[in-house]
């Protein structure tokens, strides 16, 4: 292929409801997509973080820096352009696992589309379908959390994960169980809002049966996590300590996670998330695909990469009316068994809708044109 132009362009989309988390409180999605024209076919990525630093030190303005001056003019210098020789082009620009990652995605939606092809078939796809979970935020009461974990069972989703932080855990999580019962899949996500202090406090949730605890101490610390580990029942999954699949062999090595949750953009794209979900399903670690709020852009190739066969616990896949009234593409609609189909069109299998794109588009720039 021959990149020919790289266009950003930034979109904010409401929220049906406000999402709460340890580290702040979300009320629209708001980031940029990017559209890679080659000569052969376009692709289309969404950028997975914020505008603020906050659940990463990646953020909206930073990876439009980081993209037009440092990656993609080593990008346009390859004088033959695959998504194969993007990570070696790039690997002189430390981190910026984030910005890499759209870069990689829309090229890849750009060649796979080039040759026909699906993302999900590139990847080594082995269902159509994939099951739903679903996140919930912290909410302002029991009551409202309960309310809003009965709304999303009547929907149909097949697991529940509940946001937790200090003050917000014991309780919500006790809570829970007695309303729904132990057959229901719950597990927690602490967003790194807890210290190796809160141990015995946070064995307290083992007395719940959950799938697991997801990223309980500040990320990047694998000794604190396996210590942890060592005093609780409840399995440890690791999320933002994870950025490619070194790092998460050295997790499985130490004991530091017994599940691992798989972000693409986290680990700087699609082809180094296949190979962390290749290191933990030869270890026996189940995996499950995480998420970021994304848009239909973001949501069809996490959908593609969740039918990988070690994908065995539902991920954060949410059907689109979960976050959005009105989605940028066709919406993700849950069936009535709990699972989203896998997009099967080439590349990432959708694109935008014009109409829809133009009301929640706030600025669009060329990054590059050859």
């Not at 696992?97 to 870069?103: F, G, I, Q, R």
């Not at 986290?266 to 499950?288: C, F, T």
Request: proline share 6%; charged share 25%.
């Amino acid at each position: 292929m021959k990149l020919e132009r790289v266009e950003i362009v930034h979109v904010a989309i409401p929220l049906v409801t406000p999402f709460r988390t340890s580290f702040g409180t979300m009320t629209a999605k708001d980031t940029f997509l990017l559209r890679v024209v080659t000569d052969s076919a376009e692709g289309w990525s969404e950028f997975a973080a914020d505008p603020e630093p906050l659940y990463c030190s990646e953020f909206v303005a930073g990876a439009e820096i980081v993209l037009r001056d440092f990656l993609l003019p080593r990008v346009a210098a390859l004088p033959h352009l695959t998504t194969a020789a993007l990570a070696p082009a790039m690997a002189k620009i430390k981190g910026h696992e984030l910005a890499k990652a759209a870069l990689e995605t829309a090229v890849l939606d750009a060649e796979l589309r080039g040759h026909g092809m699906s993302l999900a078939t590139y990847l080594g796809a082995v269902r159509d379908r994939v099951p739903a979970g679903v996140s919930v935020g912290i909410k302002n009461s029991v009551p409202e959390l309960l309310d809003d974990v009965e709304r999303y069972l009547a929907e149909g989703y097949v697991r529940i994960k509940l946001k937790i932080e200090p003050g917000w855990d014991v309780e919500p999580v006790r809570a829970v169980r007695d309303r729904f019962g132990d057959g229901l899949p719950l597990q927690v996500d602490a967003n790194t809002a807890y210290t190796l202090a809160d141990a015995e406090h946070l064995r307290r949730l083992d007395a719940f049966g959950l799938l697991l605890i997801e990223e309980p101490l500040e990320e990047n610390n694998l000794y604190a996590h396996a210590r942890l580990q060592k005093r609780l029942g409840t399995p440890v999954c690791l999320d933002e300590s994870l950025h490619h699949a070194r790092d998460t062999a050295s997790a499985i090595a130490l004991d530091a996670c017994r599940v691992v949750n798989v972000k693409p953009a986290r680990v700087g794209g699609y082809l180094e998330a296949r190979r962390v979900h290749d290191v933990a399903h030869a270890h026996g670690v189940p995996v499950w695909c995480g998420g970021m709020l994304e848009t239909g852009i973001g949501r069809a190739p996490n959908l593609a990469l969740a039918a990988l066969p070690g994908f065995t616990l539902p991920g954060d896949t949410s059907a689109s009316s979960r976050y959005f009234a009105e989605d940028i593409t066709e919406p993700f609609v849950l069936g009535a068994d709990g699972h989203l189909p896998v997009p099967d069109g080439p590349g990432i299998g959708v694109t935008p809708l014009t109409d829809a794109l133009r009301r929640f588009t706030r600025a669009r720039r060329d990054l590059y044109t050859a």
